[in-house]
């Protein structure tokens, strides 16, 4: 073994010709630099659309009689439009996969790297040129259709011209969208192959850590959904610039049809959005309750399922379009079968619990309201899946709630449990776990009196998507709550960034390979990892989440990680 | 690592040939049936299914690879019949004008 | 590639490759089905509209574009055969043949094309009746046709364009490949690239095989 | 003040019923696997169960908690779907009402013709079924009640293809909020009215009264009517106060910059071009506004009323 190999890989470097610097994370194949590259990127532009958000929900602090405007009244469209663009395609979507995913993915398998290492910095490449021409596409006039890009609308609109030269930059961003699907579809190409060709000795499926299986799931629902919503946004763009019809009902087109080739595609990534954060969940209770996770197989089917049922149920976000009604009661009925593996998820982590020894660290807090943010998430989507209850809710803040209460308070709390899980190993040092929790505290409370409010207003019936509103009591009511609650939220998230930061600028080093007790093989190597992860390539004898056999070894000084003491 | 080093006389890919340029001759014919849209289209469809099936089959070598492959062509093609089946879950039963 | 990189790659997963090769497949599959998707739909609720427009394409020129494909196919897969057994040689030009024949494709094409530019079926217009109907894309003398029709031509000329250009990317990769056989970096032993390619080559050749009954043939 | 949510239709008994169904199901599962987290966190902390046992999972426990949702999701689909048909099927004798949305308006028409815009609202008689159909004049509008719990969107549709319908029946008097739920650019949030439901009787009246007015105003000034009707007030105020598009006082005769083809020019407002502003909003527009004024269908006589009535705003 040559010496670059057994140091961390925060020195050595994969490409001689760029050792340092910029430039040997840039044009690096590692899995794990490209994995930090991407973080970086993500929280970038992420905090981008934190701010977005912050606005619209000021602007939403008064109704319209109060003359009280934050937004001037042509940005609000492209405000929400960009908002939910960046959180959903440059940050949710390709988040977990991207961040955690490639670099957890190869050292939970027991991999030197992914199976495909130049197509994986190709595909970071690919991210961020999408990722940068969605963001320049706003400065230079934005796009005020939605993040759904329903036409005709979206067709119809105009677009505003930049120093005298009409700029179509609704083509821009649809376009930017679609680059940044082929980077999501070459990331899960290369983690299939990868999960399939490239385990460690030993490792049968069934001895896959949970995270590997949900990241596995999440891959087979991005290779075959994303094509279909890159293929439909360049639809509209060819019918943008040419005279063709394909969704504008002036050339014959049927626009309801666009919104079943969306959702073949939006649906299913709110499964590539949830999995892998239930994954990082699954790792994250077991090891602080120090035993093994309660129904592995079947956390590990459901999985599975949710990818392919979920597959089966796009058109419950049309109930209201007019399409036929056998369709609606069709996609109704298989829309709760998604509940049942989550279901059996939830139950499972619960149980997980039982007669565990917990310890509380910020991972574990995070994961936990996880547990609670998500059961509301999914519960509310019970009242959207069910037929006679979505027509009064559907378009409404109740959907609003709903998909942040998944989106941020499941997906986005999972991931911030899963990197401060996993903080000490990527780079070698530890945070305060008092800010931290500080930071949790924040987070949890503002969370919910951001969005609770929200789901009574919907219920009330205020619709989105609205700059304005009438000025009706009980909806002044909720929304200052509301506004309120998001100021608690971005406290709690300023803190949370600020914990990472002074952690990686001045945190103390720390190269204690498992500081959690975990028993999954990625804790057994060295803190942070070596350039090809394992000193010796790992031959897997046990389940991954048996704390006994694992204590055990522990105990023998046979476990991986003992060499590293 | 190579498993499929077989190499193979052109005999087959020349019957798989000829066979894939009856297939289109004979859909060319059948095609001037007067046998309503919906027979014909299925009839076309099928010895289109047909022809992409020996392509598949022999010309990408799917006969020389191992199992998984076979499944996720499987799997690739349920997913695809899925979002026809369901998509005209809601064209077929429209209410028309 | 330097050393190192190649020892990250320690071992060369041709079979993996070519797995990972078969999902970017299924992708280029999907892609098209979402097309073949919206022309379902549409044929279902235009059938009358549909079969007039298709009347308008040529049956024969349609196959005769099915044959050169398909002989192509043949062409890759001896090609990539002729590579395996050694003989070099057989194997470029082979490859030529179905980059040829590729080209014709293009060329047949490209004058079935401009045939319907010259009688304006471009998207949606027909020449010859008075009048227009207030569309600022139509000149003087040109007619709306039918919305169904407008669907027919619109779907024509996007997907048979995109499979164009799917040609175009797969003959010019064939093009670097017979530029590497010379170098010698693919060679008998090292056939990998070839056989992706191949396989590229093919997939554009079952998405013309249902391409060409759906238009040509619903008439 | 009106109160929006408070059931006021034939539909709310069964969407509320279905919501509170599913509700308490929420409330159960949460209350449950919430204190469960608690409990545990307490009881076994590590400092209260310093071992753990190394439970691996229970086959019996993961059959019932597949089996109970299951059955429970049913009911929840059973009463959903029951509630869903309700809407989607109309009384045989229901009245008819079209809606007509565009950007951003609505307008109403009543079987004997007449027509009611943004500004009047929706009237209709309690405990009688009205039908709707619902046609969009540009973009993809929605028609929400939220009182009535009905929600439909209005999709523009191509030739010959059939318009969404929806109906309701008001259970209770009083003014309602209704909104447009479905994002259709600049104006959206304020595509809102309300519909006012009478008693029959007050509704008879009001019927009688408002159609006498208007056919009154239609014979007097032809195009006041038209410009209430078409919905241009939307965009266009009579009294000099600038809204999404310039206004119509002093228009006929102004000296106007307009961009053409990107490019600004001079003009005077005059026939001509009112009725090319009129059928082809697209070509000119009037410098400091957006091109967000629709085409919209008039007839030859229709364009030369209105134009009269620009003129005597301009006088
Ligand atoms: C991470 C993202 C995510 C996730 C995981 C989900 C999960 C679910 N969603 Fe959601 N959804 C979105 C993101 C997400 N959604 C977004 C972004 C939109 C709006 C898009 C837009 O319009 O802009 C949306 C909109 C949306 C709609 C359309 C609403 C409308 O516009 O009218 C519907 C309708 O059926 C729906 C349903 C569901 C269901 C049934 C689930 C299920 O998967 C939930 C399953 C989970 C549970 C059920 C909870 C846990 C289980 C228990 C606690 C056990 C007990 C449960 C029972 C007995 C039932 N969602
Ligand atoms: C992941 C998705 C996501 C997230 C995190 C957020 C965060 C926020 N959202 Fe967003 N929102 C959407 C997705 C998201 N939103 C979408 C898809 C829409 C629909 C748009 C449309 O209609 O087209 C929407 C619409 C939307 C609206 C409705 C607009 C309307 O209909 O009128 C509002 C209104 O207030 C709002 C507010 C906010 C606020 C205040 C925040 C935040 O400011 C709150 C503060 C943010 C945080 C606290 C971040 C949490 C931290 C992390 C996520 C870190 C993760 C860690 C790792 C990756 C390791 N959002
Ligand atoms: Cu009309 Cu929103
Ligand atoms: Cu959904």
Same mark, same amino acid.
């Given at each position: 073994?040559?010496?670059?190999?057994?140091?961390?890989?925060?020195?050595?470097?994969?490409?001689?010709?760029?050792?340092?610097?910029?430039?040997?994370?840039?044009?690096?194949?590692?899995?794990?630099?490209?994995?930090?590259?991407?973080?970086?990127?993500?929280?970038?532009?992420?905090?981008?659309?934190?701010?977005?958000?912050?606005?619209?929900?000021?602007?939403?602090?008064?109704?319209?009689?109060?003359?009280?405007?934050?937004?001037?009244?042509?940005?609000?469209?492209?405000?929400?439009?960009?908002?939910?663009?960046?959180?959903?395609?440059?940050?949710?979507?390709?988040?977990?996969?991207?961040?955690?995913?490639?670099?957890?993915?190869?050292?939970?398998?027991?991999?030197?790297?992914?199976?495909?290492?130049?197509?994986?910095?190709?595909?970071?490449?690919?991210?961020?040129?999408?990722?940068?021409?969605?963001?320049?596409?706003?400065?230079?006039?934005? #796009?005020?259709?939605?993040?759904?890009?329903?036409?005709?609308?979206?067709?119809?609109?105009?677009?505003?011209?930049?120093?005298?030269?009409?700029?179509?930059?609704?083509? =821009?961003?649809?376009?930017?969208?679609?680059?940044?699907?082929?980077?999501?579809?070459?990331?899960?190409?290369?983690?299939?192959?990868?999960?399939?060709?490239?385990?460690?000795?030993?490792?049968? !499926?069934?001895?896959?850590?949970?995270?590997?299986?949900?990241?596995?799931?999440?891959?087979?629902?991005?290779?075959?959904?994303?094509?279909?919503?890159?293929?439909?946004?360049?639809?509209?763009?060819?019918?943008?610039?040419?005279?063709?019809?394909?969704?504008?009902?002036?050339?014959?087109?049927?626009?309801?049809?666009?919104?079943?080739?969306?959702?073949? !595609?939006?649906?299913?990534?709110?499964?590539?959005?949830?999995?892998?954060?239930?994954?990082?969940?699954?790792?994250?209770?077991?090891?602080?309750?120090?035993?093994?996770?309660?129904?592995?197989?079947?956390?590990?089917?459901?999985?599975?399922?949710? #990818?392919?049922?979920?597959?089966?149920?796009?058109?419950?976000?049309? +109930?209201?379009?007019?399409?036929?009604?056998?369709?609606?009661?069709?996609?109704?009925?298989?829309? +709760?079968?998604?509940?049942?593996?989550?279901?059996?998820?939830?139950?499972? =982590?619960?149980?997980?619990?039982?007669?565990?020894?917990?310890?509380?660290?910020?991972?574990?807090?995070?994961?936990?309201?996880?547990?609670?943010?998500?059961?509301?998430?999914?519960?509310?989507?019970?009242?959207?899946?069910?037929?006679?209850?979505?027509?009064?809710?559907?378009?409404?803040?109740?959907?609003?709630?709903?998909?942040?209460?998944?989106?941020?308070?499941?997906?986005?709390?999972?991931?911030?449990?899963?990197?401060?899980?996993?903080?000490?190993?990527?780079?070698?040092?530890?945070?305060?776990?008092?800010?931290?929790?500080?930071?949790?505290?924040?987070? +949890?409370?503002?969370?919910?009196?951001?969005?609770?409010?929200?789901?009574?207003?919907?219920?009330?019936?205020?619709?989105?998507?609205?700059?304005?509103?009438?000025?009706?009591?009980?909806?002044?009511?909720?929304?200052?709550?509301?506004?309120?609650?998001?100021?608690?939220?971005?406290?709690?998230?300023?803190?949370?960034?600020?914990?990472?930061?002074?952690?990686?600028?001045?945190?103390?080093?720390?190269?204690?390979?498992?500081?959690?007790?975990?028993?999954?093989?990625?804790?057994?190597?060295?803190?942070?990892?070596?350039?090809?992860? +394992?000193?010796?390539?790992?031959?897997?004898?046990?389940?991954? !989440?048996? !704390?006994?056999?694992?204590?055990?070894?522990?105990? #023998?000084?046979?476990?991986?990680?003992?060499?590293?003491? | 690592?190579?498993?499929?080093?077989?190499?193979?006389?052109?005999?087959?890919?020349?019957?798989?040939?000829?066979?894939?340029?009856? /297939?289109?001759?004979?859909?060319?014919?059948?095609?001037?049936?007067?046998?309503?849209?919906?027979?014909? /289209?299925?009839?076309?469809?099928?010895?289109?299914?047909?022809?992409?099936?020996?392509?598949?089959?022999?010309?990408?070598?799917?006969?020389?690879?191992?199992?998984?492959?076979?499944?996720?062509?499987?799997?690739?093609?349920?997913?695809?019949?899925?979002?026809?089946?369901?998509?005209?879950?809601?064209?077929?039963?429209?209410?028309?004008? | 590639?330097?050393?190192?990189?190649?020892?990250?790659?320690?071992?060369?997963?041709?079979?993996?490759?070519?797995?990972?090769?078969?999902?970017?497949?299924?992708?280029?599959?999907?892609?098209?089905?979402?097309?073949?998707?919206?022309?379902?739909?549409?044929?279902?609720?235009?059938?009358?509209?549909?079969?007039?427009?298709?009347?308008?394409?040529?049956?024969?020129?349609?196959?005769?574009?099915?044959?050169?494909?398909?002989?192509?196919?043949?062409?890759?897969?001896?090609?990539?055969?002729?590579?395996?057994?050694?003989?070099?040689?057989?194997?470029?030009?082979?490859?030529?043949?179905?980059?040829?024949?590729?080209?014709?494709?293009?060329?047949?094409?490209?004058?079935?094309?401009?045939?319907?530019?010259?009688?304006?079926?471009?998207?949606?217009?027909?020449?010859?009746?008075?009048?227009?109907?207030?569309?600022?894309?139509?000149?003087?003398?040109?007619?709306?046709?039918?919305?169904?029709?407008?669907?027919?031509?619109?779907?024509?000329?996007?997907?048979?364009?995109?499979?164009?250009?799917?040609?175009?990317?797969?003959?010019?990769?064939?093009?670097?490949?017979?530029?590497?056989?010379?170098?010698?970096?693919?060679?008998?032993?090292?056939?990998?690239?070839?056989?992706?390619?191949?396989?590229?080559?093919?997939?554009?050749?079952?998405?013309?095989?249902?391409?060409?009954?759906?238009?040509?043939?619903?008439? | 003040?009106?109160?929006?949510?408070?059931?006021?239709?034939?539909?709310?008994?069964?969407?509320?019923?279905?919501?509170?169904?599913?509700?308490?199901?929420?409330?159960?599962?949460?209350?449950?696997?919430?204190?469960?987290?608690?409990?545990?966190?307490?009881?076994?902390?590590?400092?209260?169960?310093?071992?753990?046992?190394?439970?691996?999972?229970?086959?019996?426990?993961?059959?019932?908690?597949?089996?109970?949702?299951?059955?429970?999701?049913?009911?929840?689909?059973?009463?959903?779907?029951?509630?869903?048909?309700? $809407?989607?099927?109309?009384?045989?004798?229901? $009245?008819?009402?079209?809606?007509?949305?565009?950007?951003?308006?609505?307008?109403?028409?009543?079987?004997?013709?007449?027509?009611?815009?943004?500004?009047?609202?929706?009237?209709?008689?309690?405990?009688?079924?009205?039908?709707?159909?619902? &046609?969009?004049?540009?973009?993809?509008?929605?028609?929400?009640?939220?009182?009535?719990?009905?929600? $439909?969107?209005?999709?523009?549709?191509?030739?010959?293809?059939?318009?969404?319908?929806?109906?309701?029946?008001?259970?209770?008097?009083?003014?309602?909020?209704?909104?447009?739920?479905?994002?259709?650019?600049?104006? &959206?949030?304020? $595509?809102?009215?309300?519909? &006012?439901?009478?008693?029959?009787?007050? %509704?008879?009246?009001?019927?009688?009264?408002?159609?006498?007015?208007?056919?009154?105003?239609?014979?007097?000034?032809?195009?006041?009517?038209?410009?209430?009707?078409?919905?241009?007030?939307?965009?266009?105020?009579?009294?000099?106060?600038?809204?999404?598009?310039?206004?119509?006082?002093?228009?006929?005769?102004?000296?106007?910059?307009?961009?053409?083809?990107?490019?600004?020019?001079?003009?005077?407002?005059?026939?001509? %071009?009112?009725?090319?502003?009129?059928?082809?909003?697209?070509?000119?527009?009037?410098?400091?506004?957006?091109?967000?004024?629709?085409?919209?269908?008039?007839?030859?006589?229709?364009?030369?009323?209105?134009?009269?009535?620009?003129?005597?705003?301009?006088?």
């Amino acid at each position: 073994m040559d010496k670059a190999a057994s140091q961390s890989y925060l020195n050595s470097h994969t490409n001689p010709k760029w050792t340092k610097g910029f430039m040997s994370w840039f044009m690096s194949t590692d899995h794990k630099r490209i994995g930090i590259m991407y973080a970086m990127a993500m929280f970038t532009f992420f905090f981008v659309a934190v701010c977005l958000g912050f606005v619209m929900k000021l602007q939403k602090m008064f109704p319209a009689s109060s003359g009280w405007e934050i937004i001037p009244v042509e940005m609000y469209g492209s405000f929400f439009t960009l908002h939910a663009i960046i959180m959903i395609f440059l940050f949710i979507v390709p988040g977990a996969p991207a961040i955690l995913g490639n670099f957890f993915l190869p050292l939970q398998i027991g991999a030197r790297d992914v199976a495909f290492p130049r197509v994986n910095l190709l595909s970071f490449w690919l991210y961020l040129f999408g990722a940068i021409m969605a963001v320049t596409g706003v400065l230079l006039g934005g #796009a005020d259709t939605g993040w759904t890009f329903t036409p005709p609308y979206s067709i119809n609109t105009q677009t505003i011209s930049v120093l005298g030269i009409a700029f179509d930059s609704v083509s =821009w961003m649809l376009t930017a969208t679609f680059i940044l699907g082929w980077g999501t579809i070459l990331t899960g190409i290369n983690f299939i192959v990868t999960v399939h060709r490239m385990r460690a000795k030993g490792m049968g !499926y069934f001895k896959m850590p949970l995270f590997t299986w949900s990241i596995y799931a999440t891959s087979w629902l991005q290779v075959l959904a994303t094509p279909v919503v890159g293929i439909t946004l360049l639809m509209i763009v060819i019918e943008r610039i040419m005279p063709v019809g394909f969704f504008n009902p002036a050339k014959g087109g049927d626009p309801i049809l666009f919104q079943h080739l969306f959702w073949i !595609y939006s649906h299913p990534a709110v499964y590539i959005m949830i999995l892998p954060s239930m994954g990082l969940v699954s790792e994250i209770i077991p090891t602080n309750s120090q035993k093994p996770i309660f129904g592995y197989k079947s956390i590990a089917i459901a999985s599975c399922s949710i #990818a392919g049922v979920g597959y089966l149920l796009w058109a419950h976000h049309m +109930f209201t379009t007019g399409m036929s009604d056998f369709a609606a009661l069709l996609f109704s009925f298989l829309t +709760f079968f998604v509940a049942i593996p989550t279901a059996i998820k939830v139950f499972n =982590w619960t149980a997980t619990l039982y007669k565990g020894s917990i310890t509380l660290t910020p991972a574990m807090l995070f994961a936990l309201a996880f547990i609670f943010n998500f059961s509301i998430g999914g519960l509310t989507g019970m009242f959207l899946g069910s037929l006679s209850t979505d027509i009064h809710l559907h378009d409404t803040d109740f959907v609003v709630a709903h998909f942040h209460y998944t989106m941020f308070g499941g997906a986005a709390f999972g991931l911030i449990g899963g990197v401060f899980h996993y903080f000490s190993k990527m780079f070698g040092k530890m945070y305060s776990m008092k800010w931290a929790k500080a930071g949790f505290g924040f987070m +949890f409370i503002g969370f919910n009196a951001l969005y609770f409010p929200m789901l009574l207003l919907g219920y009330y019936g205020m619709p989105r998507r609205y700059q304005t509103y009438p000025d009706i009591p009980i909806f002044n009511k909720l929304q200052l709550a509301s506004t309120i609650g998001s100021w608690i939220l971005v406290t709690g998230v300023i803190i949370v960034l600020a914990v990472w930061i002074h952690a990686l600028l001045k945190g103390k080093r720390t190269s204690d390979p498992n500081p959690w007790n975990s028993s999954t093989i990625e804790w057994q190597t060295a803190t942070p990892p070596t350039l090809f992860n +394992f000193e010796v390539d790992p031959v897997i004898t046990r389940d991954p !989440y048996d !704390y006994e056999a694992f204590r055990a070894e522990v105990k #023998a000084g046979t476990s991986l990680g003992a060499s590293h003491d | 690592m190579n498993t499929h080093e077989q190499t193979q006389s052109p005999r087959l890919p020349i019957i798989v040939f000829a066979a894939l340029i009856l /297939l289109t001759i004979s859909t060319v014919l059948l095609s001037g049936l007067d046998v309503g849209n919906t027979t014909s /289209l299925l009839i076309a469809m099928a010895v289109a299914s047909m022809k992409a099936g020996l392509v598949l089959y022999f010309f990408m070598h799917l006969n020389h690879e191992p199992l998984i492959f076979k499944l996720f062509l499987g799997v690739a093609f349920f997913t695809l019949l899925a979002i026809f089946v369901l998509t005209f879950s809601d064209y077929s039963f429209r209410v028309l004008a | 590639m330097t050393d190192q990189v190649l020892a990250v790659e320690h071992h060369h997963d041709e079979v993996g490759t070519r797995l990972g090769f078969w999902l970017f497949l299924y992708t280029e599959l999907f892609l098209f089905a979402a097309f073949f998707l919206v022309y379902a739909v549409y044929r279902s609720s235009h059938l009358e509209d549909f079969k007039l427009a298709a009347e308008n394409l040529n049956t024969t020129i349609g196959a005769v574009n099915t044959i050169i494909l398909l002989t192509s196919s043949l062409t890759m897969v001896l090609s990539l055969d002729a590579l395996k057994k050694g003989s070099v040689k057989l194997a470029k030009l082979l490859l030529l043949a179905t980059v040829a024949l590729g080209v014709a494709f293009l060329i047949i094409k490209g004058f079935e094309w401009s045939a319907k530019f010259d009688h304006h079926i471009f998207l949606q217009t027909v020449k010859g009746i008075a009048a227009g109907h207030g569309s600022p894309l139509l000149t003087p003398g040109e007619e709306m046709l039918p919305v169904g029709q407008v669907l027919f031509f619109g779907l024509y000329f996007v997907m048979t364009g995109t499979h164009a250009l799917h040609i175009i990317i797969g003959a010019t990769w064939m093009l670097i490949v017979y530029f590497w056989i010379s170098k010698g970096s693919i060679n008998p032993e090292n056939h990998g690239v070839l056989e992706r390619c191949g396989l590229y080559w093919h997939l554009v050749d079952v998405i013309w095989i249902f391409l060409f009954p759906l238009y040509y043939l619903v008439a | 003040m009106n109160v929006n949510y408070n059931p006021a239709s034939v539909f709310s008994q069964d969407v509320d019923f279905s919501f509170y169904f599913i509700f308490i199901i929420s409330i159960l599962c949460l209350v449950g696997i919430t204190g469960f987290m608690i409990f545990s966190i307490v009881k076994y902390s590590r400092k209260n169960n310093p071992t753990p046992s190394n439970l691996e999972g229970h086959t019996g426990l993961e059959i019932v908690w597949t089996i109970i949702p299951t059955i429970l999701v049913m009911f929840i689909f059973y009463f959903g779907a029951k509630g869903f048909l309700k $809407m989607r099927n109309v009384p045989e004798n229901a $009245m008819e009402i079209r809606v007509d949305a565009g950007m951003w308006w609505w307008k109403f028409t009543y079987p004997n013709g007449l027509e009611q815009n943004t500004a009047d609202g929706l009237t209709v008689p309690a405990d009688t079924p009205i039908y709707l159909p619902l &046609h969009s004049a540009d973009v993809i509008h929605s028609f929400y009640v939220p009182a009535f719990r009905v929600k $439909m969107d209005v999709v523009p549709k191509a030739e010959g293809a059939k318009d969404n319908y929806t109906w309701f029946e008001a259970s209770r008097i009083g003014d309602f909020d209704l909104f447009c739920a479905e994002y259709c650019g600049l104006n &959206h949030s304020q $595509m809102i009215t309300k519909v &006012h439901v009478l008693t029959k009787p007050d %509704y008879q009246a009001w019927l009688d009264e408002q159609s006498a007015e208007q056919m009154l105003q239609l014979a007097q000034n032809p195009g006041k009517a038209l410009i209430t009707s078409k919905g241009c007030f939307a965009c266009h105020s009579s009294d000099g106060t600038k809204l999404v598009g310039p206004s119509f006082k002093g228009l006929f005769g102004k000296t106007e910059i307009v961009v053409t083809n990107g490019e600004e020019r001079e003009i005077v407002v005059d026939e001509a %071009y009112l009725k090319q502003s009129m059928l082809e909003p697209a070509r000119d527009i009037v410098k400091g506004y957006q091109p967000l004024m629709p085409p919209l269908p008039l007839t030859a006589e229709e364009i030369m009323a209105i134009i009269e009535h620009i003129k005597e705003l301009s006088e």
